[in-house]
Nanobody
């Protein structure tokens, strides 16, 4: 059974930084396109960053230049480095496969950007 565990969120002031981690068991993240998603008050998961099996990355326009997705294959973990955070980045952040079938969603990690 695949389990995704997100961590690293917290409360940060505007302009601050956080690094999120997505650790997986039961699968090899490097074999798939993996993305970070975020969900604010609604049910929609907005995709903010993606890394494919070849290491290519892309980002939502709203985070381009501020967020960086990376992967540590030895640790089977995907990271999201978030810099210059803005209040509109406040959300619960999740990781998952890009393509269906997606894995069961983890609990996510809350990021709150506020002064």
């Amino acid at each position: 059974q695949v389990q995704l565990v997100e961590s690293g969120g917290g409360l940060v002031q505007p302009g601050g930084s956080l690094r999120l981690s997505c650790a997986a068991s039961g699968t090899i993240l490097a074999a798939y396109s993996i993305a970070w998603y975020r969900q604010d008050s609604g049910n929609y998961h907005e995709r903010v960053a993606r890394i494919d099996s070849g290491g290519r990355r892309d980002y939502a326009d709203s985070v381009k230049g501020r967020f960086t997705i990376s992967r540590d294959d030895a640790k089977n973990t995907v990271y999201l480095q978030m810099n210059n955070l803005k209040p509109e980045d406040t959300a619960v952040y999740y990781c998952n496969r890009v393509h269906t079938p997606q894995y069961a969603w983890g609990r996510g990690t809350q990021v709150t950007v506020s002064s």
